[in-house]
């Protein structure tokens, strides 16, 4: 049983997560930074403990003084929501030496999961699909480019502890691939303090296509569909939606089933998130795999009814799940589009700054998640998303028309945002009939704006 909550996060999602408590009868702590005094979730918790200075590192990546608002507070069990602390196998594992409940898997879990190469190893002995590549850590561009040889190029250079694109580098021959495996290297050993590297067969023009798997502490395993995600930049991603395009039933049934399999394969227990790339002809190969809450579940929630933050908390309380396989049904069409303080005319440069007038759309299929409100001072410290507005139709066309009509009514004054570039995005001929691909904005000029290749 979890009586008292601690939130080890900020934001919409911070938010996300008091509301799902407050419905189930949980109290709830909030931890803030100095930055962060005025922010909705602070003011939203039953309780909230200023953990800091504005500064991530000072505050919301600090472990012990998290640990610290925790034990003052008496809370139970920590929600990391996304970001920050929430795939760091250390944290989960300080939480369950301090018997506290982590609302996530298993802190060796998590960590396998995060080595990359170990990840891909489990899936393709479960019999999972992966990309042809190496099973073994690559230690220097000389053995580096003869396995690529074998594999076939393109090839892609991947961190084992990467993720998010760091440490990650392309090559189109052998020519290129001294240059992209040093410069992959280096910047792993920076980012991640570990050079280990591997290497796969780059897949081009694939679809970024995510099954949200449910896994609770009895061995049931079950997928809610698929999430594509496809329009991102700089591996941020802009506009997801449920179901995909591109995936039939037929497909989803295969995905599904190996999501299911991978989570197995993890000792998977909690919400977590497979990754694939899907080629146009149907392959599809497994990726990684997230073992948090993402920003994007909302469209999962909305086509499928779960309230998946609450399907955390029951999971990490010991409950089963409240649904199974069959009970799973897609309803409907549910897009989400982030709305930053950005600017896309100067390369999406942030944009702090106060909220000066502010009109966020409703009314039937729109939901928005957020922390702002009018006189909200944006802190420089944080990433830049604002909102999420989330619609749902009947059928992805009427999604479309809803988001348009939806990002159309936003006001936010005093900042600048990506609404517009949004809007133009969902305007786009090639959006609207699904041709889409995880190079979608760089091949697309949109409002004017296109991004250049990273
Ligand atoms: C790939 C790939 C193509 N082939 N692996 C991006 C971050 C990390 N999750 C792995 N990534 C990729 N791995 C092979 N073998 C292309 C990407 C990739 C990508 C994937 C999903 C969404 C956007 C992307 C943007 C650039 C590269």
Known sequence: ?????????????????????????????????????????????????????????????????????????????????FGFLSENARFAEICEQCNVTFVGPGSEVIRNLGNKQIARNTMKAAGVPVIPGTDRPIPDAKTGAREAKKIGYPVIIKAALGGGGKGMRTAFSPEEFELAFQTAQKEAQIAFGDGTMYIEHFVEHPRHIEFQILADS????????????????????????????????KLRNQMGKAAVKAAKAA????????????????????????????????????????DLVKEQIRIASGEALSVTQKDVKIQGHAIECRIN????????????????????????????????????????????????????????????????????EVIIDGVDTNVDYQFDILNDPDFQSGNLDIEFLSTHEIGGVRINEV
């Not at 109290?27 to 200075?53: F, K, M, N, W």
């Not at 998977?268 to 994007?296: D, H, P, S, W």
């Not at 009314?363 to 619609?391: C, E, F, H, N």
């Open 1 to 81: 049983m979890i009586r008292k909550l601690l939130i080890a996060n900020r934001g919409e999602i911070a938010v996300r997560i008091i509301r799902a408590c407050r419905e189930m009868g949980i109290e709830t702590v909030a931890v803030y930074s100095e930055a962060d005094r005025e922010s909705l979730h602070t003011q939203l918790a039953d309780e909230a403990i200023c953990i800091g200075p504005g500064p991530s590192s000072e505050s919301y990546l600090n472990m012990e003084r998290i640990m610290s608002a925790t034990m003052v507070s008496g809370a139970d069990a920590i929600h990391p929501g």
């Open 218 to 249: 009895q061995g049931h395993v079950i997928h809610l569909g698929e999430r594509d995600c496809s329009i991102q930049r700089n591996h941020q991603k802009m506009i997801e939606e449920s179901p995909s395009a591109a995936v039939s039933e």
């Open 267 to 306: 000792h998977y227990v909690n919400a977590g998130t497979i990754e694939f790339l899907l080629e146009k002809n149907g392959n599809f190969y497994f990726m990684e795999m997230n073992t948090r809450i993402q920003v994007e579940h909302p469209v999962t929630e909305w086509v499928t009814g779960l």
């Open 341 to 408: 303080a950005e600017n896309p005319r100067k390369n999406f440069r942030p944009s702090p700054g106060t909220i000066t007038a502010l009109h966020l759309p409703g009314g039937q299929g729109i939901r928005v998640d957020t922390g702002i409100y009018t006189g909200y001072r944006i802190p420089p410290y944080y990433d830049s998303m604002l909102a999420k507005l989330i619609v749902h139709g009947e059928n992805r066309q009427d999604a479309i028309a809803k988001m348009k009509s939806a990002l159309g």
